[in-house]
């Protein structure tokens, strides 16, 4: 954290200073984020040193080609199909800044204030996705899996609001933002022309960064890659066809907001998929069900019914049973049959019979009285939901 605001002060210190003060233009503001980056590149070295014990850096450890081959090699797999995501995305970016440059002076300044508004909400919204890679890969190396979807599924919910959030805040301050960037009337009018679509995408673009995060969690690497050349390439053509169709920069930004989302398609659908990293919870009901049948709770009036058919006496004001045999529990018979009904109506492998009955889950077909006896045997009463 330090060496990361302090690389950024230095870069905050420097652009004004080589810009104007030494007359170096935009010369200046590009030493001056070198200057920033070699800095900060030092720093985080550093740290690597003071902690190359702990992380065994120092000495350098001896391993064969056969032990290096087998511990660095996924790394290389992973760390290329994440090369390869991240060359297809910035390359994109990248083809747009320069379609918009051939369009004209007035609209590649236009662009750069739009591209900088977009990349300011990313960094605010990437936190989320940043802490998704990290927790998720610790759930699911304890092999949690269910606790990483409901951390990914609060993760989206919290991208969802914060997204809407900062698309709130760009639209409060919208007549001001364009101003604040440059006081060319021509750029000005084009940039607020097309704020609404940019601040538009960003809820969904919020999405995309925490999805993209949980899946680097889960190691889905070669997933992200392919769904980033899929949406890349749609990307690209229509990127390739602005010039000729005279699509102006709405055209270069029509193209962006298509690459956001696909991007979101492809990334929910592997999400929501069954052979998916982080699978959706299947439905919690009783397997083998004979068709026709349906998944029922008793009623209110079942359950009292039962109950009383069953305790076979009655209740004081206070709730305790008054009749000797019913307070003495089942009799021998009774569990016999209640036995014997546990087995024919809860198959082997669905839910534990303890979770049918305090979630007073039964099939359909059986009466409140067996309702109620199964629940005596397993000391769970019956009772309206």
């Not at 001001?176 to 084009?190: C, I, K, N, R, S």
């Amino acid at each position: 954290l330090a060496s990361t605001v302090g690389a950024n002060a230095l870069h905050l210190a420097l652009v004004p200073a080589l810009m104007w003060g030494a007359g170096q233009g935009v010369g200046g503001a590009a030493t001056a984020t070198a200057a920033a980056e070699w800095a900060a590149a030092a720093a985080y070295l550093g740290c690597l040193w003071r902690s190359r014990d702990t992380l065994g850096l120092w000495p350098m450890p001896q391993t064969s080609v056969a032990d290096f081959r087998e511990t660095f090699v996924p790394f290389f797999r992973a760390g290329g199909a994440m090369l390869m995501r991240s060359a297809l995305l910035l390359g994109t970016k990248a083809l747009a800044s320069s379609v918009a440059a051939r369009l004209g002076t007035v609209e590649i300044a236009a662009h750069q204030v739009l591209m900088q508004l977009w990349t300011l909400s990313s960094f605010l919204l990437d936190s989320l996705a940043v802490g998704g890679q990290t927790l998720v890969a610790v759930l699911l190396g304890r092999g949690d899996t269910r606790g990483a979807r409901l951390l990914s599924d609060r993760l989206l919910e919290l991208g969802g609001v914060l997204g809407l959030a900062i698309a709130a805040v760009y639209t409060v301050g919208a007549p001001q933002l364009p101003g604040a960037f440059t006081g060319d009337a021509e750029v000005a009018a084009q940039t607020w022309g097309l704020l609404p679509l940019v601040v538009g995408m960003l809820p969904l673009n919020a999405l995309v960064y925490v999805l993209d995060g949980v899946l680097v969690g889960a190691s889905d690497f070669k997933f992200l890659a392919g769904a980033m050349a899929l949406s890349a390439g749609g990307t690209v053509a229509v990127l390739l066809a602005v010039e000729p169709l005279d699509g102006g920069l709405p055209g270069v930004w029509t193209a962006l907001s298509l690459l956001s989302v696909a991007r979101l398609s492809t990334l929910l659908w592997r999400y929501q998929h069954s052979q998916g990293p982080l699978p959706p919870p299947p439905p919690q009901l009783l397997p083998d069900t004979p068709a026709g049948e349906q998944l029922v709770s008793p009623t209110a009036g079942e359950a009292a019914a039962s109950s009383a058919d069953s305790e076979s006496g009655s209740t004081t004001g206070s709730g305790q049973v008054t009749d000797a045999t019913a307070s003495e529990g089942p009799s021998a018979a009774d569990t016999g049959m209640t036995d014997t009904l546990l087995a024919d109506s809860f198959p082997a492998g669905g839910l534990s019979e303890d979770q049918q009955i305090s979630n007073n889950i039964v099939p359909k077909h059986q009466t409140a009285r067996e309702v109620a006896a199964v629940a005596s045997v397993k000391g769970v009463r019956c009772h309206d939901q």
